[in-house]
C-alpha cells in the first residue's frame, strides 16, 4: 500500500498534459563511491535456492544473455562495484554457498574495480538459477544503499535569494528568542530547490544512465511547458506535521503564476519515469513540492539535504522549533518571483562554481 503524505492547505488546480519535445544538455561528473573491505563486513542473509529448480534449456533470465562456450555457458551481468561485498558475503561464505547451490562458479572483479560478474557453468539452467539468485541479492542491498543523486527544481534565482536572505533576517530579529530558533536551520540561500525524487547511482554507468532517461524526458518536459520556462512565484510558507509549536521543516510554497497544474505535473511525470525504469522507488501518489527554508536537521550538518518529505528526516536526534510565531509573522511571506527552466539530476554532498548542487545532467524547458 501505498503512503500518503499531508496535503498543503492549497492544492494546485488545472492540469495540463500536453506534449513536445525539448534540448538537453548533459554535463558528467564521476560520482566516488566508499569502498569497504570484505572481509569485514557482516554475514549476510543468503536467499536460498527457489522453491522450483526446473528451469527450461533455453532460459536468458529476462535481461542477461546466457552465451554457449566450448566450456559449458557463460553470463555476465553488471553490478556496482560497492555491491560485490553483499555476494562474496562474510570470507566469502555467500558466494561458496551460491556456487554450491547452483553448480556454478562465481567470478567477481578485485575490490574497488568497476566490472561485470561472470557466472559459468556447465548447464544453462544452472547459470540462470545462479543469475537470478544474485539479482535478488543485488537489488535486496541496492535498496538500503544512501541515496547519491536527486532531481531537483532550482530556486536559487537572485531575486528568489534576497526574499529569503530578508526571510531569514527578518525572523531572526523578530522571533530569536521562541524555542529553537536561531541561523544554523535556515537553509542555505545558494541550495533552495525542490526536490522531486532521490536515487541511489553507484557507478559512472548509473550516473550515465540516469542522465539518458532525464533527456527520454524531454518530450513531456515541453509538451507541458509549451517550449516556454515556466513562470513560478515563491509565496507563504507551511510546515509539514501537527503541531506548529514543535516543528522540524518550514518549506516555502511555490506555484505556477497562473494557478495551472503544469509543475506538479511535471514532477509526478518525471517520478512515473525514473519509477518505471527501475532508478526510483515511489514512496507518494504525488510529488509533494516545497522548498525548505528552515529544517533543524541544518542545525548539526550544513550540508544534510532535505530529499523531499515526511519520514525521510532519518536523524534520531532532532530539537524542534516552535514556528508559531514565523508562521503568524510570515506565513505569506514573499519570497519573489522567477523562470524556472531546468530540471537537475543533482549530485548529494556537492557544490558547484555557483554555490548551488553539482549537476551531472539536465533539460531546459525552452
Not at 501537527?242 to 518550514?250: G, I, K, R
Not at 510565531?325 to 556537492?350: D, M, P, W
Request: glycine content about 6%; overall charge negative; aromatic content about 8%.
Amino acid at each position: 500500500m501505498k503512503k500518503t503524505q499531508p496535503l498543503p492547505l492549497e492544492t494546485l488546480k488545472n492540469k495540463n498534459t500536453q506534449r513536445r519535445t525539448v534540448t538537453a544538455i548533459m554535463i558528467y561528473r564521476r560520482n566516488i563511491i566508499k569502498e569497504e573491505h570484505y572481509e569485514e563486513e557482516e554475514d549476510f542473509s543468503y536467499m536460498g535456492p527457489p522453491e522450483s529448480e526446473d528451469l527450461a534449456e533455453d532460459e536468458t533470465c529476462d535481461t542477461h544473455f546466457i552465451e554457449h562456450t566450448d566450456k559449458g555457458y557463460r553470463c555476465a551481468i553488471d553490478v556496482p562495484s560497492v555491491l560485490y561485498k553483499y555476494i562474496i558475503g562474510k570470507k566469502g561464505e555467500t558466494r561458496r554457498r551460491l556456487e554450491f547451490d547452483t553448480k556454478t562458479s562465481i567470478s567477481i572483479p578485485k575490490q574497488g574495480v568497476e566490472g561485470q560478474i561472470v557466472i559459468t557453468g556447465s548447464q544453462k539452467a544452472a547459470v540462470s538459477s545462479a543469475v537470478t539468485r544474485v539479482e535478488v541479492l543485488v537489488e535486496s542491498f541496492r535498496k538500503k544503499q544512501p541515496f547519491t543523486h536527486f532531481l531537483s527544481l532550482p530556486l536559487n534565482d537572485p531575486k528568489i535569494q534576497e526574499g529569503f536572505l530578508r526571510f531569514k533576517d527578518e525572523v531572526l530579529q523578530q522571533c530569536s528568542q521562541d524555542h529553537g530558533v536561531e541561523g544554523s536551520i535556515f537553509q542555505n540561500p545558494a541550495k533552495l530547490h525542490l526536490t522531486v525524487g532521490t536515487m541511489a547511482l553507484l557507478n559512472d554507468v548509473e550516473v550515465r544512465k540516469a542522465c539518458e532517461h532525464l533527456q527520454e524526458c524531454q518530450n513531456f518536459i515541453r509538451d507541458i511547458t509549451e517550449g516556454k520556462p515556466l513562470p513560478l512565484e515563491v509565496t507563504g510558507i507551511e510546515y509539514m506535521n501537527d503541531d506548529p509549536a514543535m516543528v522540524d521543516v518550514l518549506y516555502a510554497k511555490v506555484n505556477v503564476k497562473d494557478r495551472s497544474d503544469k509543475l506538479q505535473v511535471i514532477a509526478d511525470r518525471l517520478v512515473e519515469h525514473f519509477v518505471s525504469v527501475g532508478l526510483m522507488v515511489r514512496e507518494w501518489d504525488r510529488v509533494k513540492l516545497h522548498g525548505t527554508v528552515m529544517n533543524t536537521l541544518f542545525r548539526k550538518d550544513s550540508t544534510v539535504e532535505d530529499t523531499g518529505g515526511p519520514g525521510r528526516q532519518t536523524m534520531s536526534e532532532r530539537e524542534a522549533f516552535d514556528a508559531r510565531n514565523i508562521l503568524k509573522k510570515f506565513g505569506a511571506h514573499c519570497f519573489g518571483e522567477f523562470q524556472l527552466n531546468t530540471v537537475l539530476l543533482s549530485q548529494r554532498y556537492s557544490t558547484d562554481c555557483t554555490g548551488y548542487y553539482t549537476s551531472a545532467g539536465s533539460i531546459n524547458f525552452s
